[in-house]
């Protein structure tokens, strides 16, 4: 019989012509959905692209097993892909397509290796090894299916499974739905047939408001001056490559004086970490607001059997706040548990819209993630196994393209998970934030009246160990602080005196900038009791305008650019300005009309000016 030929009007949703369609790299009669990606899928199919060797988003189950039907096993995971769309699914990128498309294929063939390792007396090393090398491998995402299995006979009725597959097929609930799934094919019970497809739940992404996603998400984002990297403010000593661990785990007593906390607040314990980890990120950073990536569930809730589907429906999304010293502990709670709840009916929209929407060029707004993990993966398989079939402990290995991610799990302990890529961030630091991430949750334990503000950062121990370091030092007091810095970089010009923005600038650069500068205001009748107001972003370029009003002979007199316009104009005025230092950035925020002369830095040509300080 001939295979009737598929038509675009047979996959609505995929917006194709009969030329793209027929291009498609699915063997006749094979074909069985096409649809887009979702926002998730999207994301995950650019940086598995992007960072093709990286290893991100492979991620790989591994357990011992003992009493286990090799064949009957095998042949459940089978009949779980047949049943299941998303684990049939390959993705399509390439030639005229306006989108990438996922390709769900009739059937395919899960790859099932079973190795006989009895004999092996390395069995610990070879296993890791193997697994590693399953994890390298990785996946041509356009070859359907992107997961694969391994059985490793480690003894008489001794097993050792190694379930590797990617990301883009599905979420950590998902994953223990499919487990699940398996396990009870496996004992023999009827699998609830499915309520649903994924293709439902791309439908309904596309039928949601966007202009009502962007409406919300700008005034999100209005208070968001710039992106959070958490990595450009970490100093580290030496640069690594490769990916690092911690694991920092609160004993039971701890964990129930969180939970008790958290009760008393009305406030869920993943609340309680989600604001102390953007107080950390305020502190470390010094910007008033900042952002990190929370994964949501993503599962709407008018969708039939949603909870019991399998595939992708987690989003990542940014968190955006602004805690106030005079802020109470309480307040702050409430304060981020109606902010994560605002977000919940728009918790579908791409993270790429929302970059694009906030107006940094589509830049990253943050390079950490935190993610609460509350999917059984163990207990899905204990409790569909039966008939003598034992699992051991389960470790699960993910790897993120961001340079930090922290998984929550909320057991009897609270266990928080820190991995982090060691081009960015040394182990050391990563200790140092967990033991901060721990200071704050206690601090805030101890009142919910006690005011953001007078909350340290540093433990008892840590305040000891800087006091014991801190040895009083002579300084000189007959010298001005730009003199100072002057005879420092006489002294060491290479070394240096600022980092920002994961930059380093030496204090004979910082010297020579100031020292133009200085010569440009001194131009512009800058001199002894002559105020100049500094209003610029948070840069290297606010010290070197400081030491150069100094070297003119000036006063400076630092502007808030956050402050309200009326309040600068009054500033201006009352200060009795001869000369506004600022930055095109800025500047259109600012009330120039009440300025005698504006320079803006970035606009200043000082390449002409001498290098030399000036004689004042």
Request: charge should be negative; include cysteine; proline fraction near 5%.
């Amino acid at each position: 019989l001939v295979t009737p030929q598929a038509t675009p009007s047979d996959f609505p949703m995929a917006s194709v012509t009969q030329a793209q369609l027929d291009g498609l790299p699915v063997p006749a009669g094979q074909l069985d959905d096409l649809y887009p990606l979702s926002p998730m899928q999207q994301g995950l199919l650019f940086h598995t692209l992007y960072e093709q060797a990286a290893g991100e988003y492979v991620n790989q189950l591994r357990v011992d097993v003992q009493g286990l039907d090799t064949e009957r096993f095998h042949a459940a995971w089978q009949a779980t892909v047949d049943a299941q769309d998303i684990l049939r699914s390959g993705f399509v990128w390439q030639g005229q397509l306006q989108q990438p498309l996922q390709i769900v294929h009739k059937k395919v063939q899960l790859p099932f290796t079973v190795l006989d390792w009895r004999e092996r007396s390395d069995l610990s090393q070879a296993l890791a090894a193997l697994a590693d090398s399953e994890r390298a491998q990785g996946f041509d995402l356009s070859q359907a299916p992107l997961l694969r299995l391994m059985l490793v006979q480690t003894g008489a009725g001794q097993w050792h499974l190694i379930y590797t597959y990617h990301h883009i097929l599905m979420d950590g609930w998902s994953n223990s739905q499919l487990l699940g799934e398996v396990m009870q094919r496996y004992s023999g019970r009827t699998s609830a047939s499915a309520i649903g497809r994924y293709r439902d739940y791309i439908a309904w992404l596309q039928r949601q408001d966007g202009q009502l996603s962007e409406a919300f998400w700008s005034a999100q984002l209005a208070t968001l001056q710039e992106p959070t990297r958490l990595a450009r403010v970490m100093s580290a000593s030496e640069i690594h490559s490769g990916h690092g661990d911690h694991f920092q785990t609160l004993d039971v007593p701890r964990t129930q004086a969180q939970e008790q906390f958290a009760r008393q607040q009305k406030v869920t314990l993943n609340t309680l970490v989600q604001a102390a980890w953007l107080l950390l990120l305020q502190r470390y950073t010094g910007h008033d607001c900042v952002a990190f990536g929370a994964t949501v569930a993503g599962r709407p809730a008018d969708l039939p059997g949603i909870e019991q589907q399998v595939g992708l429906f987690i989003n990542t999304l940014p968190v955006i706040a602004a805690p106030r010293p005079d802020q109470s502990v309480g307040a702050w709670l409430q304060a981020v548990q109606a902010q994560n709840l605002s977000l919940r009916a728009f918790e579908h929209t791409p993270l790429a819209d929302i970059q694009r929407w906030a107006g940094q060029g589509g830049e990253a707004l943050f390079d950490n993630i935190l993610v609460f993990e509350n999917y059984p993966i163990a207990q899905a398989l204990q409790e569909g196994a039966g008939q003598g079939v034992v699992f051991g402990e389960v470790t699960h290995q993910e790897q993120t393209h961001y340079p930090l991610s922290v998984a929550v799990t909320i057991g009897q302990s609270l266990a928080l998970h820190y991995s982090f890529d060691r081009a960015h961030f040394s182990p050391a630091a990563i200790a140092g934030i967990s033991e901060h991430v721990l200071q704050l949750l206690e601090r805030f334990a101890e009142s919910a009246l006690r005011n953001l503000g007078e909350i340290a950062l540093a433990g008892a121990e840590e305040q000891a160990r800087q006091q014991a370091a801190n040895h009083p030092q002579p300084y000189p007091t007959d010298i001005a602080v730009h003199q100072r810095i002057a005879h420092l970089a006489a002294l060491n010009p290479h070394s240096t005196a600022v980092i920002f923005d994961g930059q380093r600038f030496s204090y004979g650069d910082i010297e020579r900038r100031a020292n133009q500068l200085a010569h440009a205001l001194m131009a512009h009748g800058v001199g002894p009791e002559t105020r100049v107001g500094v209003a610029l972003p948070r840069s290297e370029g606010v010290i070197v305008a400081l030491l150069a009003v100094l070297k003119a002979g000036g006063a400076y007199v630092p502007l808030d650019t956050g402050y309200p316009r009326e309040r600068l104009a009054y500033l201006i005025e009352a200060k009795g300005l001869a000369l506004l230092l600022t930055d095109s950035r800025v500047s259109a925020q600012l009330p120039l009309e009440g300025a005698a002369q504006v320079l803006e830095l970035d606009r200043l040509d000082l390449s002409l000016q001498p290098v030399s300080a000036p004689s004042v």
